[in-house]
């Protein structure tokens, strides 16, 4: 069963850009949840969607934003893009929503404010 | 308000010994809790988890033990490995979809 899928892998942008980022999850996850990792803040939850839904959101500003299509892959947008929004951003998949089951995440996308 | 915390940023074994990662957390509605591995530049790899229910589940040579009066878990590796070098994170839940992580703690094994 191939895994998480997150493109790009590298992102280099300019501030006040917007950017979208995309996951493709393991097959018959119907869950999708999005995190920032950076070295000041760790691990951070942003929002997880399932069904289409943005079930759950996490502390972030409007800019960014995520949907989820019907065959369960998703993508993240953040608009006017900040200097402090360089970061890891990972994508992780679970086969249903609610808590008690394991995530599993990609490999990645690393975005660079310039 | 850390939620879950690693409060040892690094750790260092020697090569078959046993290494003991811990994890502490303040939320009474966590009830699932996971351990991730990560390398540098990638997601993290789900290693094993435990429901509050347990108080412990062994998968290979790894073992999460769970204390809920104390709200503590701790990951055991035995033996330990070269590649088992990386940072490893715990992470909690609650009812929710949304994994509280901690910071993180480095292992490094040394051969």
């Known amino acids: 069963k191939a895994g998480v899928t997150q493109t790009p892998r590298y992102l280099i942008k300019t501030r006040g850009q917007q950017v979208t980022l995309s996951c493709s999850p393991i097959s018959g996850h119907r869950s999708v949840s999005w995190y920032q990792q950076t070295p000041g803040q760790g691990l951070q939850f942003l929002f997880e969607?399932?069904?289409?839904?943005?079930?759950n959101k996490g502390n972030f500003p409007g800019r960014f934003s995520g949907r989820q299509f019907s065959n369960s892959r998703s993508e993240m947008n953040v608009s006017t893009l900040e200097l402090g929004d360089s970061a890891l951003y990972l994508c992780a998949s679970r086969p249903r929503t609610g808590g008690g089951t394991e995530a599993f995440f990609g490999q990645g996308t690393r975005l660079t404010v310039v | 308000d850390q939620q879950v915390k690693q409060n040892s940023p690094s750790l260092s074994v020697q090569e078959g010994r046993i290494s003991i990662l811990n994890c502490d957390y303040t939320n009474s509605m966590f009830d699932y809790f996971l351990w991730y591995k990560k390398y540098p530049a990638e997601g993290p790899t789900f290693l094993i988890s435990i429901s509050s229910i347990k108080d412990k589940n062994e998968d290979g040579r790894f073992t999460v033990f769970l204390n809920k009066s104390a709200k503590h878990l701790s990951l055991h590796i035995v033996p330990s490995q070269p590649g088992d070098s990386a940072v490893y994170f715990c992470a909690a839940s609650d009812y929710s979809e949304k994994l509280t992580f901690g910071t993180g703690t480095r292992l490094t094994i040394i051969p």
């Open positions: 969607y399932f069904s289409e839904t943005q079930r």
